[in-house]
């Protein structure tokens, strides 16, 4: 055989930017910007569920560095995977705030028995959900862009609540909640984020929300609006002794009512894998969709083993992604390894909580915003000018607002109805579904979703 051919054989093949990897450094700061977006969201359902439940204040921080703990786990099983577990995206996973009111109603009248019980019906949970991921990802064509832009622009609207109230204190019981220096605070933090977004260039343009968050929280410093007492008490080493609330009990109401949280997880996830796999430019397949579901599901399972619980992907760094365009599923992987350090170091955890909720919710503004715009990007190529796609559009998101413009629009309904119905995210994406299925794909018309293929430019 001619050399010339031998030669021509190996010719490198470009790693898509999703499998690439970054200098140590670059790893370190962007997963650490990954940490910081979605620190304040991880520990607040232990922050809610430990006091309601008759907790004392210790053992809430020990759920707490608990919660981190499991979230770094599931986060490494969603961006490294193994078998067939793994969405293997930038996707990053934390505790679901989607359990925190059933958890309180399941928790209350059970006095030590609260956690146990808890557990115990994550667990099974889990354990549906891990088994009825291949049947989820089956849905796949069921999410055409009118639906995944209207269920991602829901994300972001859904998600800036939070951040507005973070900008405001994040207690709204407190004296100087809405006062003019946290919302001040939270300004100022928007404005250097979004100066550093415009004269910053190459990675430090990309680090803008955490050198922002740095730069807020050293501004807060000699305003007093920085607590150090939680660093003071912090432990240096605490690891989450498994099973520490003791062994998990089963009861069937409970076990139901956590079944129906996880289905809703499951459709938030789906939609957030297609969202993610747009914007990193890997569509999401069945098959990604089965191993995303199959990780959320799994972490689940075991999180309460080492006193976490349930998990579900994380919509907040989803913009993060969409900022910064930095791609790489092993920047989010380092981010989970810095979570389990957190929750296996509660000094560290505390350098992070450092960071005051108003400059955390300027911050949010950028970070929610960005994927509400990916949404109406995505919306932009679901050829709206074709069949109904725009009634779709517009039922679904009014119905998905409803629980952030009406919060008591439901309070009539059965308890076990507000799981789904107060999760505007997950009425507007079964919405959407319904609709898409009626007016593209039911009787004789065709699947107006899809939009026409573009013409091929003459050469």
């Known amino acids: 055989m001619p050399r010339f051919r031998k030669d021509a054989v190996a010719i490198p093949q470009e790693a898509h930017p999703v499998d690439e990897t970054l200098p140590p450094l670059k790893m370190f700061t962007s997963g650490l910007q990954h940490v910081a977006a979605m620190y304040a969201g991880v520990v607040a359902p232990p922050m809610i569920v430990g006091p309601a ?12 560095g608990a919660s981190l703990f499991t979230a770094g786990l599931a986060t490494l099983l969603q961006t490294l995977g ?3 577990v793994g969405a293997r995206l930038p996707f990053v996973n934390g505790v679901s705030f989607a359990g925190v009111t059933p958890m309180i109603a399941i928790g209350k009248g059970e006095g030590d028995n609260a956690i146990p019980v808890i557990f115990g019906a994550i667990i099974v949970a889990g354990l549906l959900g891990f088994f009825a991921a291949p049947y ?8 055409p862009p009118v639906v995944t832009g209207t269920v991602i622009t829901l994300i972001g609207v859904s998600l800036l609540p939070v951040a507005f109230n973070w900008s405001q204190g994040g207690n709204s019981t407190a004296a100087d909640y809405g006062s003019m220096k946290n919302i001040g605070m939270a300004a100022l933090t928007l404005v250097i984020v979004l100066l550093m977004r415009k004269f910053l260039r190459g990675f430090l343009q990309q680090i803008a929300i955490l050198l922002g968050l740095i730069a807020g929280t050293l501004i807060a410093i000699p305003l007093n609006m920085t607590d150090f ?34 289905l809703v997880c499951m459709t938030e996830s789906t939609a957030d894998i297609l969202a993610l796999g747009k914007i990193v430019d890997r569509p999401a397949d069945e098959k990604t969709i089965e191993g995303g579901l199959r990780a959320d599901a799994l972490g689940s399972a075991l999180s309460p083993v080492f006193n976490g619980f349930m998990c579900s992907a994380f919509a907040q760094n989803i913009g993060l992604v969409a900022m910064t365009k930095v791609r790489s599923r092993f920047v989010v992987a380092a981010g989970g390894g810095i979570l389990i350090l957190l929750g296996l170091c509660p000094v560290a955890a505390s350098v992070i909580a450092l960071v005051p909720l108003p400059v955390l919710g300027g911050a949010g503004i950028v970070l929610f915003g960005s994927v509400a715009a990916s949404g109406i990007q995505t919306l932009a190529g679901a050829a709206m000018e074709k069949g109904e796609n725009a009634l779709i559009v517009a039922a679904s998101v009014g ?3 409803i629980p952030i413009a009406a919060p008591g629009f439901y309070h009539a309904f059965p308890e076990d109805l507000l799981v789904v119905l107060d999760s505007g995210i997950s009425t507007g994406c079964v919405v959407a ?4 299925l009626a007016f593209n794909h039911l009787g004789s018309r065709k699947d107006a979703a899809t939009p026409a293929p573009e013409p091929v430019p003459a050469h």
């Open 399 to 401: 119905i998905g607002l």
């Open 53 to 64: 439940v008759g907790l004392s204040a210790k053992e809430t921080a020990f759920l707490m």
């Open 433 to 436: 579904i319904l609709l898409n």
């Open 82 to 84: 193994f078998w067939k």
């Open 229 to 262: 007492e939680a660093l003071k008490n912090a432990d240096l080493v605490g690891f989450p002794t498994p099973l520490h609330f003791g062994a998990p009990q089963f009861q069937v109401a409970a076990v139901i009512s956590m079944c129906i949280v996880m």
């Open 136 to 143: 989820f990802g089956k849905l796949v064509r069921f999410f």
